[in-house]
Protein backbone atom coordinates (compact mmCIF):
# COMPACT_ATOMS: atom_id res chain seq x y z
CA UNK A 1 0.00 0.00 0.00
CA UNK A 2 3.22 2.17 -0.01
CA UNK A 3 4.05 1.70 -3.63
CA UNK A 4 2.10 3.23 -6.69
CA UNK A 5 1.48 2.61 -10.06
CA UNK A 6 0.30 4.21 -13.18
CA UNK A 7 -1.59 2.55 -15.94
CA UNK A 8 -3.22 4.10 -19.35
CA UNK A 9 -5.62 1.70 -21.83
CA UNK A 10 -8.81 1.28 -23.06
CA UNK A 11 -11.78 0.10 -21.62
CA UNK A 12 -12.22 -3.20 -22.54
CA UNK A 13 -14.90 -4.11 -19.63
CA UNK A 14 -16.83 -2.75 -16.58
CA UNK A 15 -17.61 -5.06 -13.95
CA UNK A 16 -19.70 -2.78 -11.85
CA UNK A 17 -20.55 -4.73 -8.45
CA UNK A 18 -19.98 -5.30 -4.80
CA UNK A 19 -18.49 -6.18 -2.57
CA UNK A 20 -15.37 -4.47 -5.33
CA UNK A 21 -16.13 -2.58 -9.07
CA UNK A 22 -13.61 -4.13 -11.27
CA UNK A 23 -12.54 -2.08 -14.82
CA UNK A 24 -10.46 -3.76 -17.17
CA UNK A 25 -8.22 -2.11 -19.85
CA UNK A 26 -5.40 -3.18 -22.64
CA UNK A 27 -2.33 -1.02 -22.44
CA UNK A 28 -0.70 0.13 -25.87
CA UNK A 29 1.78 -3.13 -25.26
CA UNK A 30 -2.17 -5.32 -25.49
CA UNK A 31 -1.53 -6.47 -21.33
CA UNK A 32 -4.69 -6.79 -19.83
CA UNK A 33 -4.69 -4.62 -16.90
CA UNK A 34 -7.63 -5.52 -13.61
CA UNK A 35 -8.26 -1.86 -11.57
CA UNK A 36 -9.56 -2.89 -8.87
CA UNK A 37 -12.17 -0.27 -6.50
CA UNK A 38 -14.30 -0.39 -3.76
CA UNK A 39 -17.88 -0.94 -3.38
CA UNK A 40 -20.70 -0.02 -5.99
CA UNK A 41 -22.45 1.64 -2.86
CA UNK A 42 -19.30 3.49 -1.65
CA UNK A 43 -18.48 5.35 -4.87
CA UNK A 44 -22.34 5.93 -6.04
CA UNK A 45 -22.59 8.03 -2.36
CA UNK A 46 -19.27 10.11 -3.47
CA UNK A 47 -20.79 10.43 -6.60
CA UNK A 48 -19.26 8.17 -9.27
CA UNK A 49 -21.65 6.45 -11.45
CA UNK A 50 -21.17 3.37 -13.43
CA UNK A 51 -21.98 5.88 -16.82
CA UNK A 52 -18.62 7.95 -15.81
CA UNK A 53 -16.54 4.76 -17.47
CA UNK A 54 -17.44 3.87 -21.27
CA UNK A 55 -16.14 0.33 -22.43
CA UNK A 56 -13.87 2.02 -25.33
CA UNK A 57 -12.47 4.66 -23.67
CA UNK A 58 -8.80 5.51 -22.61
CA UNK A 59 -8.24 5.87 -19.14
CA UNK A 60 -5.40 6.19 -16.75
CA UNK A 61 -5.44 5.13 -13.49
CA UNK A 62 -2.96 5.49 -10.38
CA UNK A 63 -3.02 3.26 -7.01
CA UNK A 64 -0.87 0.64 -5.49
CA UNK A 65 0.05 -2.40 -7.48
CA UNK A 66 -0.97 -6.40 -6.91
CA UNK A 67 1.61 -8.55 -4.34
CA UNK A 68 0.99 -11.14 -6.43
CA UNK A 69 -0.44 -9.70 -10.13
CA UNK A 70 1.89 -7.19 -11.44
CA UNK A 71 -1.12 -6.44 -13.76
CA UNK A 72 -3.29 -5.41 -11.19
CA UNK A 73 -4.05 -1.85 -9.49
CA UNK A 74 -6.04 -0.98 -5.91
CA UNK A 75 -7.18 2.23 -7.62
CA UNK A 76 -7.01 5.80 -6.00
CA UNK A 77 -7.14 8.25 -9.00
CA UNK A 78 -8.64 7.82 -12.57
CA UNK A 79 -8.45 10.44 -15.46
CA UNK A 80 -11.17 10.28 -18.01
CA UNK A 81 -10.48 10.44 -21.72
CA UNK A 82 -12.49 14.32 -21.16
CA UNK A 83 -9.71 14.98 -18.42
CA UNK A 84 -12.14 14.47 -15.48
CA UNK A 85 -10.75 12.91 -12.63
CA UNK A 86 -12.24 10.81 -10.47
CA UNK A 87 -11.27 9.88 -6.44
CA UNK A 88 -12.12 6.76 -6.88
CA UNK A 89 -11.14 5.80 -3.03
CA UNK A 90 -12.49 8.18 -0.23
CA UNK A 91 -8.41 8.67 1.22
CA UNK A 92 -7.88 9.90 -2.27
CA UNK A 93 -6.35 13.21 -3.14
CA UNK A 94 -6.77 14.85 -6.46
CA UNK A 95 -3.61 13.96 -8.72
CA UNK A 96 -4.56 15.03 -12.23
CA UNK A 97 -7.07 17.85 -11.80
CA UNK A 98 -7.44 20.32 -9.08
CA UNK A 99 -11.56 20.03 -9.71
CA UNK A 100 -11.78 16.47 -9.19
CA UNK A 101 -15.05 14.37 -8.11
CA UNK A 102 -15.44 12.02 -5.67
CA UNK A 103 -17.15 13.57 -2.52
CA UNK A 104 -16.21 11.65 0.66
CA UNK A 105 -16.75 13.93 3.00
CA UNK A 106 -19.89 12.61 4.28
CA UNK A 107 -17.85 9.71 5.10
CA UNK A 108 -15.61 11.62 7.52
CA UNK A 109 -17.60 14.48 8.65
CA UNK A 110 -20.43 14.51 10.78
CA UNK A 111 -21.49 17.73 9.97
CA UNK A 112 -24.63 19.72 11.15
CA UNK A 113 -26.62 16.84 12.93
CA UNK A 114 -30.38 17.03 14.49
CA UNK A 115 -33.44 14.92 14.83
CA UNK A 116 -36.23 15.55 12.41
CA UNK A 117 -39.03 17.83 13.17
CA UNK A 118 -41.39 16.15 15.95
CA UNK A 119 -38.94 12.67 16.20
CA UNK A 120 -38.18 11.56 20.02
CA UNK A 121 -34.94 9.77 20.61
CA UNK A 122 -34.57 6.60 19.67
CA UNK A 123 -32.60 3.58 19.20
CA UNK A 124 -35.26 2.14 16.32
CA UNK A 125 -33.89 3.98 13.17
CA UNK A 126 -31.14 4.11 10.66
CA UNK A 127 -27.43 4.71 12.13
CA UNK A 128 -24.26 5.78 9.90
CA UNK A 129 -20.86 5.09 11.43
CA UNK A 130 -17.99 7.51 10.43
CA UNK A 131 -14.87 5.89 8.49
CA UNK A 132 -12.70 6.98 11.58
CA UNK A 133 -15.44 5.35 14.10
CA UNK A 134 -16.90 2.19 12.25
CA UNK A 135 -16.64 -0.82 14.35
CA UNK A 136 -12.92 -2.71 14.86
CA UNK A 137 -10.98 -3.98 17.47
CA UNK A 138 -9.38 -1.60 19.64
CA UNK A 139 -6.04 -3.66 19.61
CA UNK A 140 -4.76 -6.99 18.65
CA UNK A 141 -5.76 -10.33 20.26
CA UNK A 142 -4.51 -11.86 22.77
CA UNK A 143 -3.97 -15.57 21.94
CA UNK A 144 -3.49 -19.28 23.06
CA UNK A 145 -0.96 -21.72 22.22
CA UNK A 146 -3.93 -23.16 19.83
CA UNK A 147 -4.95 -19.22 18.71
CA UNK A 148 -1.06 -19.37 17.51
CA UNK A 149 -1.07 -22.64 15.75
CA UNK A 150 -4.84 -21.82 14.25
CA UNK A 151 -3.32 -18.31 13.16
CA UNK A 152 -0.93 -20.16 11.01
CA UNK A 153 -3.61 -20.59 7.96
CA UNK A 154 -4.20 -16.88 8.15
CA UNK A 155 -0.64 -16.29 7.74
CA UNK A 156 -0.38 -17.50 4.00
CA UNK A 157 -2.60 -14.03 3.36
CA UNK A 158 -5.22 -15.74 1.22
CA UNK A 159 -8.70 -14.24 1.89
CA UNK A 160 -10.42 -16.55 3.98
CA UNK A 161 -13.89 -14.56 3.69
CA UNK A 162 -15.71 -15.23 0.61
CA UNK A 163 -16.75 -12.06 -1.87
CA UNK A 164 -20.19 -12.28 -1.27
CA UNK A 165 -20.17 -14.66 2.29
CA UNK A 166 -22.26 -12.98 5.20
CA UNK A 167 -19.47 -13.21 7.37
CA UNK A 168 -19.84 -14.81 11.35
CA UNK A 169 -20.19 -12.59 14.14
CA UNK A 170 -18.78 -10.02 15.80
CA UNK A 171 -17.04 -9.65 11.96
CA UNK A 172 -20.63 -9.47 10.52
CA UNK A 173 -20.45 -5.84 12.38
CA UNK A 174 -17.16 -4.72 11.19
CA UNK A 175 -18.63 -2.32 8.18
CA UNK A 176 -18.66 1.26 7.10
CA UNK A 177 -22.14 1.14 5.93
CA UNK A 178 -25.30 2.27 7.61
CA UNK A 179 -27.43 -0.37 9.95
CA UNK A 180 -30.57 -0.38 11.21
CA UNK A 181 -32.23 -1.23 14.51
CA UNK A 182 -36.39 -2.39 14.23
CA UNK A 183 -38.43 -2.71 16.80
CA UNK A 184 -40.33 -6.04 16.52
CA UNK A 185 -42.30 -6.49 19.09
CA UNK A 186 -40.51 -9.77 20.82
CA UNK A 187 -37.54 -9.18 19.08
CA UNK A 188 -35.24 -6.98 17.86
CA UNK A 189 -34.43 -6.62 13.63
CA UNK A 190 -30.47 -5.25 12.96
CA UNK A 191 -30.22 -4.87 9.57
CA UNK A 192 -26.89 -3.78 7.92
CA UNK A 193 -26.23 -2.54 4.52
CA UNK A 194 -22.90 -4.38 3.87
CA UNK A 195 -24.07 -8.20 2.65
CA UNK A 196 -27.62 -7.09 3.14
CA UNK A 197 -27.20 -8.51 6.94
CA UNK A 198 -30.01 -9.50 9.12
CA UNK A 199 -30.02 -10.39 12.57
CA UNK A 200 -32.56 -11.27 14.93
CA UNK A 201 -31.71 -10.36 18.64
CA UNK A 202 -34.63 -11.88 20.62
CA UNK A 203 -36.31 -10.24 23.85
CA UNK A 204 -37.67 -13.56 25.11
CA UNK A 205 -36.57 -17.22 24.56
CA UNK A 206 -37.91 -19.40 21.77
CA UNK A 207 -40.01 -22.46 22.32
CA UNK A 208 -37.45 -24.52 20.56
CA UNK A 209 -33.90 -24.00 21.19
CA UNK A 210 -31.95 -22.98 18.07
CA UNK A 211 -28.55 -25.07 16.66
CA UNK A 212 -25.24 -23.01 15.74
CA UNK A 213 -24.89 -20.51 12.51
CA UNK A 214 -22.33 -18.18 11.41
CA UNK A 215 -24.63 -14.93 13.14
CA UNK A 216 -25.19 -17.38 16.28
CA UNK A 217 -27.82 -16.74 18.54
CA UNK A 218 -28.63 -13.54 20.14
CA UNK A 219 -30.63 -12.19 23.28
CA UNK A 220 -31.21 -9.13 23.99
CA UNK A 221 -32.16 -6.98 27.14
CA UNK A 222 -32.92 -3.14 28.03
CA UNK A 223 -30.88 -2.35 30.87
CA UNK A 224 -30.90 1.90 31.78
CA UNK A 225 -30.47 3.45 28.34
CA UNK A 226 -28.17 0.57 26.97
CA UNK A 227 -29.49 -2.55 25.06
CA UNK A 228 -27.12 -5.34 25.76
CA UNK A 229 -26.61 -8.05 24.10
CA UNK A 230 -25.02 -11.40 23.99
CA UNK A 231 -24.57 -13.93 21.12
CA UNK A 232 -23.75 -17.54 21.24
CA UNK A 233 -24.06 -20.89 19.22
CA UNK A 234 -21.18 -18.79 16.77
CA UNK A 235 -19.93 -21.04 14.19
CA UNK A 236 -17.86 -19.47 12.00
CA UNK A 237 -14.09 -20.08 11.42
CA UNK A 238 -12.98 -16.32 12.18
CA UNK A 239 -12.80 -13.41 13.64
CA UNK A 240 -11.83 -11.75 10.49
CA UNK A 241 -10.84 -11.93 7.06
CA UNK A 242 -7.06 -13.04 7.78
CA UNK A 243 -7.53 -14.21 11.32
CA UNK A 244 -7.99 -14.84 14.46
CA UNK A 245 -9.30 -18.35 14.23
CA UNK A 246 -12.81 -18.55 15.90
CA UNK A 247 -14.19 -21.24 18.02
CA UNK A 248 -17.60 -22.82 18.72
CA UNK A 249 -17.21 -21.58 22.12
CA UNK A 250 -16.54 -18.01 21.51
CA UNK A 251 -19.13 -15.77 23.00
CA UNK A 252 -19.70 -11.76 21.85
CA UNK A 253 -21.36 -9.23 24.28
CA UNK A 254 -22.52 -6.02 22.32
CA UNK A 255 -23.66 -3.01 24.56
CA UNK A 256 -25.03 -0.17 22.31
CA UNK A 257 -25.87 3.17 24.40
CA UNK A 258 -27.75 5.97 23.19
CA UNK A 259 -26.74 9.63 23.58
CA UNK A 260 -29.21 11.47 25.59
CA UNK A 261 -29.42 13.95 22.36
CA UNK A 262 -30.65 11.01 20.33
CA UNK A 263 -28.09 11.82 17.69
CA UNK A 264 -25.36 9.11 18.78
CA UNK A 265 -24.40 5.86 19.36
CA UNK A 266 -22.32 4.03 21.06
CA UNK A 267 -20.98 0.51 20.39
CA UNK A 268 -19.10 -1.97 22.50
CA UNK A 269 -18.45 -5.76 22.10
CA UNK A 270 -16.42 -8.05 24.06
CA UNK A 271 -15.08 -11.26 22.92
CA UNK A 272 -14.58 -14.39 24.49
CA UNK A 273 -13.47 -17.75 23.61
CA UNK A 274 -11.34 -20.13 26.02
CA UNK A 275 -9.80 -21.61 22.95
CA UNK A 276 -8.27 -18.95 21.31
CA UNK A 277 -8.06 -16.32 22.98
CA UNK A 278 -6.22 -15.67 26.16
CA UNK A 279 -7.96 -13.17 27.69
CA UNK A 280 -11.41 -10.84 26.91
CA UNK A 281 -10.91 -8.77 23.35
CA UNK A 282 -12.42 -5.70 23.12
CA UNK A 283 -13.77 -3.82 19.93
CA UNK A 284 -15.69 -0.71 19.47
CA UNK A 285 -17.02 1.35 17.33
CA UNK A 286 -19.89 4.49 16.93
CA UNK A 287 -22.96 5.86 14.94
CA UNK A 288 -24.36 8.67 14.12
CA UNK A 289 -28.24 9.86 12.85
CA UNK A 290 -28.82 11.60 9.92
CA UNK A 291 -32.13 12.14 9.02
CA UNK A 292 -31.62 11.34 5.40
CA UNK A 293 -29.61 8.17 5.74
CA UNK A 294 -30.93 5.18 4.12
CA UNK A 295 -29.55 1.80 3.83
CA UNK A 296 -29.22 0.95 0.50
CA UNK A 297 -29.51 -2.77 -1.45
CA UNK A 298 -25.92 -4.69 -1.28
CA UNK A 299 -27.24 -7.43 -4.12
CA UNK A 300 -23.50 -8.66 -3.94
CA UNK A 301 -21.96 -10.01 -7.42
CA UNK A 302 -25.33 -8.33 -9.32
CA UNK A 303 -24.10 -5.66 -12.23
CA UNK A 304 -25.44 -2.27 -10.99
Known amino acids: MDTYAEVEGRVTRVNWVNPHILIYIEDDDGNEWEIEAGPVNLLSRMGIERSFIRVGDTIRAR???GRRNSRALWVENILLSDNTELLANPAA???WESD???DASSFFVAGDLALAPGADPSLFRVWTPLISGMPRPAGAASLTAEGERAQAVYDIGNPMVGDCEVPGMPFA?????????????????LRGE?????????LDAPAAEPGATPL??????FEGGELIVETDRI???????????QSPQSRVLERFVLAPDGLGLSYEVTVTDPVMLAA??????AFIYRPDAARQPWRCGVER
Not at 195 to 202: F, T, V
Open 93 to 95: QPY
Open 216 to 221: GYSVGR
Open 235 to 245: DYHSYGDLGPA
Open 173 to 189: MMSPYPIELVDAGDRIL
Open 100 to 102: AVG
Open 63 to 65: GNP
Open 194 to 202: AYDLERIIH
Open 280 to 285: PWRWAG
